[in-house]
């Protein structure tokens, strides 16, 4: 035989590792598009295989569009690299390396020639067998979600304890959904103040188009001649939402549950775009649950879900994985409602770091707890103390008189004014601020 | 689409590309380098995300530069509409046409049409130039509609006239602040590479290049502190644009004696280079301060 390289298997094996590869990523969540392979091939052909760290370059230029999902790629490009290697390799294949056992496994393709660490071959994702490193995945019911539980029986035990809070145990979603005309005037209000969309209607002024009717007609007086042209415009009216709703027991024990659900029902269905999550322990969305016919159904429906209310409070964990499962929930124009009593659990560093990037990306963050209701509440707990910096306005949150005051303050000073429970003339009985701001 | 056939810079070398960044003054690292290479090379428009201040603008402004070549930027604000990035008809000289009763001629014809920023970027006869799309996250989402033709085929679509196709593809750059999510579509079509942070190293290098005029200890201490506070959980963190802000005002207000340590005094006054929030501004209180001047001494003290 000659020494000539079999170009053909060295296409065939780069082709194979990439498509490999894409499906990894997209298994782990990120979201490659179908053409990036064909990209990513003219990619790696433009920069060879000569170093890895230029191809890492190329490759993640290519495949991902996301910050978040860099650290994915970046945890398993060298399981990808040293595959493509070994079969390129003429002497076999490169010896294991550091890095993350098993990135590819729940691919489904088989090892490589001469893999001496036999991967996982099976296809489904929840099918491993390696008890040192195994992980399997499981969606939970209606909502989704997906969680990863360890193999083994102390790893699961240790994972249920981290589930479950000692601070109270399940309860079930009861009582009726308020739906009373204060409440749905409320909810109109606070959307009138923090409309970020413009809605369908027109109005005369600003510059977005030309008012052709208006201009003809008052060409009629100056004999066809269009002196001045009349402009209209769509004013922001419509609202982009996301309602973060604590469902921890401590909350649940505050708030009237049929106020709460009333209002998330009400915006769900009356806003542009309302999507609700709950949280405790993690995060969950449960926007569906809202769009049932009746209330009644709605609360069915929650029951269905199994949402687990009354866990303890994690909020900047919670934070986090929204974030990671919905990197598109916040953007520029959506105005972000936290309902919590601000009681964290969890690490405060956390808590502050996620709602440093909350704040960074939506349009505003208000956040409403049950507490603020008492005259002389004080935001003193500490993750209350923590997430203040970051809050746009802390609000009271137990009745349609306090959203109503909170519609009432955007209205007068917008989103980003001097607006908050200090602000609340009922606690002081004036409209400035008090000693506590 | 595209292919390197219609690909100016189909030739176009790593190193060709490390000396044009290099006489541009701008510090790239390596994935930067290698990102924009592919782009260049393989004709594919460039999505650039970052922080504010990261050198999202000036990459472009560098490319443009380097390659001498224009560079035809659409700053893209809310409200953006087809005619103000893509074309208009100059009414006025259609309507003095009309009056002047020359009926041979159509008014919907070259000499009556108003390039704007995207027509004028694939028209160009002399090579293809730099098109910056500035700030797509701040256009409505359907003006990303209108960005789809031109970013995969590079050609739009005049009616009167027919279609406008680039001879030579531009190179296309385009940034956002992430302010919003873009539309798959649109990150389809592109290459993507997000601007993190400069490192202490890299921000270093970055002053000696733009603010030479500053003492090198002098310059780590302030890279010191950029890179530290990036660290806080502040509302704006700096980018690498901010800091050349503080080394500029810093350098000009120590014009005489510059090799001395920061002082407290002189970091407080100078913070509202660096920060741009009044809440960033009071998380620096006196003990933060105190903490930062006293690392980044010991960095310039290094340094020196």
Redesign the interface.
Known sequence: MSDVPDFAAARDHVREELVRFLRSLRRAGVPVPANRGTTAARALVEVGFDDEATARAALRACLVSDPDDVPTFDRQFPEFWRRLTAGLAPGGPAPRREGPKGALAPLGGDPAEGEEVALDTRDAPDAGDDESDDRAWETTGTLGAVVSRSGDEADREATEAAWYSPTGSRTSVEGAVDEGRALAAAVDEVAEGVATLRGRRWRPGGDDRAHVRRALRSSFATGGTVVSLPRRERPPSEVRALWLVDVSRSVLDTVDRSFLLGVLRRARAEWRDSRVVFFDEDAREVSAAFDEPTATAALDALDRAAVEWGGGTRIGGSLATLRESHPDAVDGRTVVFVVSDGLEMGRVEVLERELARLARRAAAVLWLNPLASSPSYEPTARGMATALPFVDGLFAFGTPDDLAEVGRQLRRNGAGGRIGYEYDPRRGGSDTPSPLA | MTDRRTTAFADVTDDDLRALFDEQDYVAA??IV??V???L??G?PL?V?GAPGAGKTELAKVLAAGFDTDLVRLQCYE?LTAENALYEWNYTKQLLAVQAGDDDASVFAEPYLLERPLLRALRGDDGPRVLLIDEV?RADEEFEALLLEVLSDFQVTVPELGTVRAATPPVVVITSN????LS?AL??R?????L?PPSVEKERAILARRVPELDGAVAAELCRMAGRLREE????PPGAAETIDWARAVAELRRDDGTDPLSPAEVRNTLGCLLKEV?DIE?VDDDLLAALVEEANAAGAEAE
């Open positions: 390596d994935d290698t990102t290479l592919l782009a090379r393989l594919k999505l995300e409200g996250d992430r302010t919003r999510a798959d990150k389809r592109c290459l993507y590479l997000h993190s959980p502040l509302r704006k809440e998380r």
